[in-house]
């Protein structure tokens, strides 16, 4: 069998409160599969953004052990940590996080530069990213002269620019109306299922949940259950 492309074993992080020591994750253990699409649920402060950030090298657990692809994250240096975070994971978050001086081309092929690709390969990755989500009509404009379904959809394309093993979300609709939470996790499911990404994503939305394949809920740090199989919804 294939090996879970996320291996976690006695995961715990603790942060420091001047003297106190405050539990964010209390050693959990989880597998994740390839081509998986899982939700992370639980209230706030449960430390489902805490584990997403560890699997996706952003946080370093205070011990234990998180693999991705095989490799420890926490053990790299802060700047093979980087190169690796750029090959291989996309982030996609609440606030979108583009940068407003900047066109939704331009957003997109800010991870292209900091690879080797030649102005025309970035281009065509660039152009192939936005077509996939919906966005090629869009391309010139500035975040502030989009919608904000149109600014998540940019800040997907430019999680898939670079072909990354993994797409972490965080809260990826919690900015969003209905309509357009609906279309964002519909195109997170495409991905996952069409493209074959493994998709992680954090929500305390039942709704955003129910896309996903499987959900693991947290609590005060600790993994309270695993649901399996859930009850996925599909949109063709």
Same mark, same amino acid.
């Given at each position: 069998m294939t090996p +879970?492309? =996320?291996q976690i074993r006695e995961l715990s992080k603790l942060y420091r409160h001047g003297d106190i020591d405050v539990t964010a994750l209390d050693r959990i253990t989880l597998d994740i599969l390839a081509g998986e699409f899982l939700a992370l649920m639980g209230p706030s402060g449960s430390g489902k953004s805490t584990l997403l950030h560890i699997i996706a090298?952003?946080?370093?657990? @205070?011990? #234990?052990?998180? &693999?991705?692809q095989g490799t420890d994250v926490a053990n790299l240096s802060e700047t093979a940590l980087a190169e690796w975070r750029n090959r291989n994971v996309g982030f =996609?978050?609440?606030?979108?996080?583009?940068? +407003?001086? %900047?066109?939704?081309?331009?957003?997109?092929e800010l991870p292209l530069l900091l690879t080797s690709l030649s102005s025309r390969e970035r281009r065509g990755h660039v152009e192939? !990213? %936005?077509?996939l989500v919906g966005l090629s009509d869009r391309m010139k404009h500035l975040p502030r002269q989009m919608s904000g379904g149109q600014e998540?959809?940019? !800040?997907?394309?430019?999680? &898939?620019?670079?072909? +990354?093993?993994? /797409?972490v979300a965080d809260e990826p609709t919690g900015n969003l109306d209905a309509h357009?939470?609906?279309?964002?996790? /519909?195109? %997170? *499911?495409?991905?996952?299922?069409?493209? #074959?990404? @493994? $998709?992680?994503? $954090?929500?305390?939305? +039942?709704?955003?949940?129910?896309? !996903? *394949?499987?959900? =693991?809920? &947290?609590?005060?740090?600790?993994?309270?259950?695993?649901? #399996? *199989?859930?009850?996925? =919804?599909?949109? *063709?």
């Open positions: +879970p492309i =996320v090298g952003i946080d370093r657990p @205070t011990s #234990g052990e998180c &693999l991705v =996609v978050f609440q606030t979108f996080n583009l940068v +407003p001086v %900047l066109t939704a081309y331009e957003n997109v192939a !990213a %936005l077509e998540q959809r940019v !800040a997907i394309a430019r999680a &898939l620019v670079t072909d +990354p093993t993994l /797409i357009s939470a609906a279309d964002v996790m /519909i195109l %997170l *499911q495409r991905l996952n299922r069409e493209m #074959g990404k @493994t $998709v992680i994503m $954090v929500t305390h939305d +039942p709704r955003a949940a129910a896309y !996903a *394949q499987r959900t =693991v809920h &947290l609590e005060k740090g600790e993994m309270l259950n695993d649901s #399996g *199989q859930s009850s996925v =919804v599909s949109h *063709q």
